[in-house]
């Protein structure tokens, strides 16, 4: 990568940084996070969950499921029950 595509880049995520009241760092964990692979939960089409962090969202939405108080998530399958799944957010530190 060149120094006038660094410096660039650097001012772009100054300027979102600002625009989103989040830190640069947040950002590229936010960038890592949506540009990772996510995969179907068994069982529950709506729902799919992270390759790297376990954290669980709605397909279609892409809202991130926050856990009770035990750390569960519920989930519908597709028959219609109820699937609660434990789900960690420890590792996500921005909410979006």
Known sequence: MNDDLRKELRQQLSQLSITYKLSVEQLVELFQLVSSDWKKVENCPNYEIHS?????????????????????????????????????????????
Do not use: A, E, M
């Open 52 to 96: 790297v962090t376990n954290v669980i969202r709605n397909r279609k939405t892409h809202r991130i499921l926050k856990p009770n108080n035990c750390g569960h998530v519920r989930l519908k399958t597709k028959d219609g029950n109820d699937y609660f799944k434990k789900q960690n957010l420890n590792y996500l530190h921005v909410s979006y």
